[in-house]
């Protein structure tokens, strides 16, 4: 089974610049997930997708951080315009359902704002 | 306000040893309590999970212990090898069996050292 497909894996930018990031989940996996994982720290959700329906954005910085799903299989993030506390990896996850379910995560994206 | 605590943030033992990793939730909603494994540069790893039906599940070297009255639940590495050495997070959801999964609340991760 071919994991959970992340690019690019490394990303240095200005702060105020935008940058995105994208995902390839695992085929047949309905639910797609952004985490954002800062240095030390467990992940963080950001947005949470079930096909191309967004189920969670609750702790999504709404002002500055977009994601979409279109065809409910691949996704971007997009930050616009970067601040220096957005240096972090951006993982991506899906997941499968059943009683316990597979929840894999992508190598991730790890941004640097400068 | 964190949902799961994990603790210890570091962990050193020696091969051969049994690394303890304990986590608390307060969350009585929560049913669903994974564990993961992250090496340097990867995505965490599913390396174990249980539901609160049961007070303890083995898979191979690795086994969760859970108490569900004290909302707690551990990692345990039976018999620990230098290729053990990686951040472990435990977390929790409350996706019940539906097939659209819930978000996961994380802990802070543990590094654990195995000295060989």
């Known amino acids: 089974e071919a994991g959970v497909a992340q690019s690019p894996r490394y990303k240095i930018i200005e702060k105020r610049q935008s940058v995105a990031f994208w995902c390839n989940p695992i085929s047949g996996h309905a639910t797609l997930y952004w985490y954002q994982q800062i240095l030390g720290q467990g992940p963080k959700l950001l947005i949470q997708?079930?096909?191309?329906?967004?189920?969670?954005d609750s702790q999504l910085p709404k002002d500055r951080f977009s994601a979409e799903r279109l065809k409910g299989v691949d996704s971007t993030l997009k930050i616009q315009p970067a601040k220096l506390e957005d240096s972090a990896v951006y993982l991506c996850?899906?997941?499968?359902?059943?009683?316990?379910?597979?929840?894999?995560f992508g190598s991730g994206t790890r941004l640097t704002v400068v | 306000q964190q949902q799961v605590k994990q603790s210890p943030q570091s962990l050193i033992v020696q091969k051969g040893g049994i690394p303890i990793i304990n986590c608390a939730y307060e969350?009585?909603?929560?049913?669903?309590f994974p564990w993961y494994q992250q090496f340097p540069g990867k995505g965490p790893a599913l390396l174990i999970a249980i539901r609160p039906d049961v007070s303890e599940k083995k898979e191979g070297r690795f086994t969760i212990s859970f108490n569900k009255s004290a909302k707690q639940f551990s990692l345990h590495i039976m018999d620990s090898q230098p290729g053990d050495s990686a951040t472990y997070f435990c977390?929790?959801?409350?996706?019940?069996?539906?097939?659209?999964?819930?978000?996961?609340?994380f802990g802070t991760g543990t590094s654990l050292t195995v000295i060989p």
């Open positions: 969350n009585t909603a929560f049913d669903y």
């Open positions: 997708f079930q096909n191309n329906g967004v189920v969670d």
């Open positions: 996850a899906s997941s499968s359902g059943g009683a316990y379910p597979r929840y894999t």
């Open positions: 977390a929790a959801s409350s996706d019940g069996l539906s097939n659209t999964g819930n978000q996961f609340y």
